[in-house]
């Protein structure tokens, strides 16, 4: 693939999960899912299993955390390994949320799923280093923030006061449908990555990259805080 192809598919994927981020299209439900999340009775699994990949693949700020995650992960045992940890933490707390019913503000979880993002630009670029010679646990980092991404769903959902007919299958299948969307998602930005990294530029860009992700966290983050101040 030719090397500016490349830099230009890169740079409107970027730019294009910056724009969708910042605003109500990270979480946003539209009319017709919360129609039916609000009159839904039962076990539902293959609609909830579709909402769920639905919401991952617009889930921005999900998938820019992950962006950062696998950016320099040359092995597929490693991309497999920081993704399944990341899983775990998110599904652990997606369930636990909604079915202990453990009520968290929105606008703080989806901060400091902001703050993973610039976390994880920041790391990526070497600021811990640099600037404190130290290197936190990588793993560790996302397990506890894949914590907090998964409160993040699970107040989505709670927003809904889902009926406990079926919960449990429900949200079986929608976390089922998280973990295709979010398979989808990786699937197209790897492919993006791993045919950049033969280019030369791949250094030079992945710091521009990796700016960006800590620029677009500190908008979202600063999005989130004010709604919370706001309301």
């Excluded at 968290?104 to 989806?110: F, T």
């Amino acid at each position: 693939m030719p090397t500016n192809v490349l830099k230009l598919a890169l740079a409107l994927l970027i730019a294009s999960l910056a724009l969708f981020s910042i605003g109500a299209f990270a979480h946003g439900v539209d009319d017709s899912t919360r129609a039916f999340l609000e009159q839904n009775q039962g076990v539902q699994f293959i609609p909830f299993m579709y909402i769920g990949a639905k919401h991952m693949i617009t889930g921005y700020d999900h998938l820019l955390f992950l962006v950062g995650v696998i950016f320099f992960l040359y092995r597929s045992k490693d991309v497999l390994l920081y993704v399944t940890m990341f899983t775990i933490g998110h599904s652990t707390t997606l369930l636990f949320g909604v079915l202990s019913d453990i009520q968290v503000n929105a606008y703080l979880i989806d901060a400091i799923i902001g703050f993973s993002v610039i976390y994880k630009g920041f790391d990526n670029l070497g600021g811990f280093k640099r600037c404190f010679n130290w290197q936190p646990n990588t793993k560790i980092a996302v397990l506890v923030f894949g914590l907090f991404h998964g409160f993040g769903l699970a107040t989505k959902l709670q927003e809904f006061h889902l009926l406990p007919d079926g919960l449990l299958t429900n949200l079986i299948a929608f976390n089922i449908g998280v973990e295709l969307g979010q398979f989808a998602a990786l699937a197209f930005i790897l492919i993006i990555i791993n045919a950049w990294r033969h280019s030369p530029s791949f250094q030079r860009f992945s710091t521009l990259t990796n700016t960006l992700l800590m620029s677009t966290g500190v908008m979202l983050m600063g999005y989130q805080l004010t709604g919370y101040f706001v309301n």
